[in-house]
Every structure is written in structure tokens, then in C-alpha cells.
């Protein structure tokens, strides 16, 4: 499907610049997959280019046509959709198509997870700069492909790990870095939510389409896990399978490293009834702790009362895709999340999953 298309000349280059009135190079960019995790970010990018932003999406792609009829099915986080105006983007439900005739330079990758690498890879081999949905990939060896070909092309390429971005998160981070409370002793993350059913082709219910809600949910932990602490020596995973075909429907994961912190990461998308999502965390420092539940992030001292931290009130999907624009701009490499670094988190969650299935043995994450 297509909205107006005009072909480019041939040999023209796919990354021609466009400038605003002021000299500033806009970057062109599109949209490929616009299902629920897709239309969260066409929302930032639409917020972007209101407050004047660098950047213009100007292409969706999606195979199912019907969504740019607003046939949609709704996701588990609550976020609150308008009926889509689709008339300022040409559309495709054909990727090479998209490639081929848009002047492009970055695509935004929002595909199931048997997508990325192929579609990431496309699109730096014709020089593209790409940020990619989360997990990078199935498995470590395509995600390496991912990280070599960037490397190669000379591309950017950013894995939308939202955790990294995330106002609570951030306060984490920073109080981990500082060391503002000493060490850490403890840390405990939790995931869950309901089924995910609303999925293309129930992709995400599809263990060999989405990895499972270990690879699929339970991976936004083990990142931040890796951001935080690096990567551990080995991990000790339990895993449940509840629906047929899915994969690992619920995960716990002990993580062994070696200061001796006790660290441990669980996730459930089976939880039934007006449960809703629930993301949190309690981590131990010597000399205070931090708890994050129901949204609301406390910093409790060892002295003293307990601090509600003032956070910035922009959710990290805007964070995110304002940081890729910033570093587009900038000329930078996304330092936040490097392809070699969330390379590091599928490894991760590679070993996780082969613990699972030796019923939680210690199994060594490879480096």
C-alpha cells in the first residue's frame, strides 16, 4: 500500500539531507511495524516534531492494512491511543518496498522479534541509521550480526531498552554509580502483567517469534540488571511454561556476582483478573535502600526520613526516542546503549534460558 508515492530518481541517495529555515538537517525517517509498541512510538515522534524537534517521520509500514483503517487491538500499559490521522505519512505494507522508494535516514524497527536482525540489518547495509524495538534479537549470534553490520556501515544502531531511560531507573542508576549509599547488597525486580494477546498473528505467543516472556518482558530486567551491575559470572533460572507454544510464561532468576550481592529478577505475564502491569524493584545499599511499586519511587536513608525523589514526569518511550534524535544530531554513538552492551544483555538472557531448561542449574553466561 502506498499514499502518494513518488519514486526517487534513480541512483538518488537514500539519505538526502533536508534542512528547516535555519540551516538545521532534519532527519527523515520511517516507521516499520505499527502495532501496539509501534504506535507508542509514532506518538513520541508526533510530540517530537510539535516542539520543534530535527526530525520527520514521514513512511509507516505495516503488513496488516487494516491498521491504517485504525483496526487495532489494545496492549497492557494503560497507554491511552487517539484514533490515528494516517493522511501525513505514505504507507506500505512492504519493507523493501518502503527501502526502495523512500529517501530515508533512520528506520524505527517495531516488528515481532524474528524481525529485527534481518530488517536491522537491511536497512545499515543501505546505510541507514536504525533504532530497534527490544530484545535486539532471538539469540546472541544474530544480535552480533546486528552489532558487526553497524560497525561495518558505519550506521548507528540503538535497542530502545526502555528501562535505561526511565525516570525511576535513572534515579537507580545514579544512586548505584555514586555509590551515594555505599555498596549494593540486594537487589529485587519484578515484571508482570496479563497475557499478552494482542499481538499480529499472536506472535508474542509464539515462543519462536518472541523468545517468551522471558526474552519478550522479563529481558527489560535482565538490561537494567546489566546496566547496573555488568554481567554476571553465571545464572540460576526457574522457569514455568502455562500456554502452549509460548515459551517460558514465568521466570526467576538469581544472578551470581562476584562482590556477593544477592540479585534476582522475576516475571509473570499470567496474572489474571484487574492485576493490570506492575513494574518494580527493592534494592539494598549499606547505608539505605530504594523502592519502586505502584509508580511511585521512595529513597528511604539510613538516617533520617524517607525522600520522594522529584522525577521528570516524561515517560521513557519519549526519553528514548528524544535521545536517538539528540545523538543523530549530534553526530554521537548512542552511549546509553551500545550494540555491544545490549549484545551483552541477550547473552544474558541466552543463559537464563539454558538454566531454565536444566531446571535452574547454574549455567555460565558467555562473554
Known amino acids: 500500500m502506498t499514499n502518494g508515492q513518488r519514486l526517487p530518481e534513480s541512483g538518488k541517495d537514500h539519505t538526502a539531507s533536508t534542512m528547516d529555515a535555519t540551516g538545521t538537517k532534519i532527519w527523515k525517517g520511517a516507521l516499520i511495524g505499527i502495532g501496539f509498541m509501534g504506535r507508542v512510538h509514532l506518538a513520541q515522534y508526533q510530540r517530537l516534531e510539535r516542539e520543534g524537534a530535527p526530525v520527520r517521520l514521514q513512511a509507516i509500514c505495516d503488513i496488516d492494512a ?49 524481525l529485527h536482525a534481518a530488517t536491522a540489518i537491511r536497512a545499515m547495509e543501505r546505510g541507514l541509521h536504525v533504532l530497534c524495538e527490544k530484545p535486539m534479537a532471538l539469540g546472541a549470534d544474530e544480535a552480533s550480526a546486528m552489532a558487526q553490520t553497524s560497525a561495518r556501515t558505519g550506521t548507528t544502531l540503538m535497542v530502545a ?32 502483567g496479563d497475557t499478552p494477546v494482542w499481538s499480529h498473528d499472536n506472535w508474542m505467543l509464539r515462543e519462536a ?12 530486567d535482565v538490561d537494567l540488571i546489566n546496566w547496573l551491575y555488568g554481567q554476571p559470572e553465571s545464572v540460576s533460572c526457574v522457569g514455568r511454561n502455562v500456554l502452549p507454544g509460548s515459551g517460558y ?36 545499599f549499606e547505608r539505605g535502600c530504594l523502592v519502586f511499586e505502584h509508580g511511585i519511587l521512595t529513597d528511604y536513608p539510613a538516617e533520617g526520613e524517607a525522600i520522594k525523589p522529584e522525577l521528570d514526569e516524561d515517560a521513557g518511550f519519549y526519553r528514548e526516542l528524544r ?45
Open 66 to 114: 487494516r491498521k491504517f483503517d485504525n483496526v487495532f487491538v489494545e496492549g497492557n500499559l494503560n497507554e491511552s491511543f487517539e484514533r490515528i490521522d494516517f493522511s501525513p505519512y505514505r504507507l506500505y505494507t512492504d519493507i523493501g518496498e518502503l527501502l526502495e522508494r523512500e529517501e530515508l535516514d533512520f528506520v524505527d524497527i517495531a516488528l515481532p522479534t524474528d
Open 161 to 192: 531498552q526502555v528501562l535505561r531511560f526511565w525516570p525511576a531507573y535513572e534515579y537507580l542508576k545514579n544512586c548505584t554509580e555514586q555509590r551515594r549509599y555505599g555498596d549494593t547488597l540486594a537487589a529485587t525486580f519484578f515484571r508482570g
Open 209 to 220: 517469534r518472541s523468545g517468551g516472556s522471558l526474552l519478550d518482558q522479563h529481558v527489560h
Open 249 to 284: 510464561d514465568i521466570v526467576s532468576t538469581h544472578y551470581r556476582y562476584a562482590d556477593g550481592k544477592v540479585v534476582l529478577a522475576q516475571d509473570d505475564w499470567t496474572l489474571k483478573g484487574a492485576f493490570g502491569f506492575e513494574m518494580s524493584y527493592r534494592v539494598n
Open 323 to 367: 535521545y536517538f534524535v539528540e545523538i543523530l544530531s549530534a553526530g554521537d554513538e548512542p552511549e546509553r546503549c551500545m550494540p555491544a552492551d545490549t549484545l551483552g544483555t541477550i547473552r544474558i538472557a541466552e543463559a537464563e534460558l539454558a538454566s531454565a531448561r536444566k531446571q535452574g542449574e547454574w549455567v555460565a553466561v558467555s562473554l
